[in-house]
């Protein structure tokens, strides 16, 4: 599977850099000068860096062969991706990776079934989106320890304990 860790913004300059909106917990290794990265599109990569540098706070890369305003405007918009198996495993039970949690089954505390989780959305608070057990609209959980007391990787499915009016 793969992961988003940057996405490509608007050029900056003259000379091919582009602004680059990280989506990734550690840009410094993840976009390191003579890294190759993949795109997605795929046609558009693989991307080889050429120079990082951070512009107030806006990170902006340069990329081997690509020169100019020109050159840089039609990369806008890549979504620049790895393999979900290059991520290291972290040493936290309570930390996840999107992808970990896309597709678990979820259960109330009490096994009544809830749905299934369809994505992790970062807005200041991670929340889960739930696909509801018989249609109707997507539950949006919010992701803390209160009201997700318990995820089973291996088991494929999480338990919550949704206060009233939540569900």
């Known amino acids: 599977m793969q992961l988003v860790v940057g996405r490509i913004g608007r050029p900056h300059g003259v000379r091919g850099e582009v602004t680059v909106e990280v989506r990734t917990d550690d840009p410094e290794a993840r976009f390191a000068a003579g890294m190759s990265i ?22 902006l890369i340069g990329f081997a062969g690509v020169a100019g305003r020109d050159g840089a ?16 495993p972290s040493d936290d039970p309570d930390e996840f990776h999107d992808h970990q949690l896309v597709g678990l089954a979820v259960v109330t505390t009490g096994g009544e079934p809830v749905g299934e989780v369809t994505d992790v959305l970062h807005h200041g608070q991670d929340l ?6 018989g249609g ?18 291996e088991g494929g499915r999480l338990v919550v304990d949704p206060p009233e009016g939540l569900l």
């Open 38 to 59: 993949a795109t997605d599109p795929p046609g558009r990569g693989p991307l080889v860096i050429e120079s990082r540098r951070w512009h107030k706070d806006v990170l």
């Open 73 to 88: 405007e039609e990369l806008r918009g890549t979504m620049l991706v790895i393999d979900s198996a290059d991520v290291t």
């Open 128 to 133: 889960l989106v739930v696909r509801r057990v």
């Open 136 to 153: 109707g609209d997507d539950a949006l959980i919010p992701f803390v320890k209160a009201l997700v007391p318990e995820v089973d990787l």
